[in-house]
């Protein structure tokens, strides 16, 4: 009686750890897909800043009336109707040991002006990507902080 009980744990055991394997996971996609999802989406139309908050201060009102177009060539421009302002962007693939090493899909953004846009300039992990939204984080070394960014597409 007690070998039936042993046996029956065991194929039962065996039938769950079979059953959930991660291998029939439809929805996973390689690094490569996930970039060119990323860049398609936000190369489609204009983005706003939602949320920003640099160590826990909220400063989305620093980026209020810009709209962000993500350019091919890498070329990020903010404009506001008044201003113009530069970047760049790009969606990367980084598996060395950077800020989050468990998430390697890296949205990269730099401006060297203003010094409001240039606090946006960093290698960002992405926690989150629609066709309509763009959750990005950045854990800063040294006990600098951890900073949200968030884009989402404009209705147009």
Not at 28 to 40: A, F, G, H, K, L
Request: glycine share 8%; proline share 2%; net charge negative.
């Amino acid at each position: 009686m007690k070998k039936k009980l042993i046996f029956g744990a065991l194929a039962m055991a065996l039938f769950f750890t079979t059953a959930c394997s991660s291998d029939d996971d439809s929805n996973s996609s390689s690094p490569s897909e996930t970039i060119q999802r990323i860049e398609n989406a936000v190369r489609s139309g204009t983005w706003r800043i939602t949320s920003y908050i640099d160590s826990g201060t909220t400063k989305t009102n620093d980026f209020a009336g810009y709209n962000f177009t993500f350019g091919a060539g890498d070329i990020l421009i903010a404009n506001n109707g008044t201003n113009n302002y530069q970047g760049t962007w790009s969606v990367t693939h980084d598996d060395s040991n950077d800020d989050n090493p468990g998430n390697d899909i890296d949205f990269n953004i730099s401006f060297t002006t203003p010094v409001t846009f240039a606090d946006l300039t960093d290698d960002w992990d992405v926690l989150e990507s629609t066709s309509t939204k763009i959750r990005l984080v950045d854990v800063s070394g040294g006990g600098g902080g951890t900073d949200y960014l968030t884009f989402e597409k404009n209705v147009e």
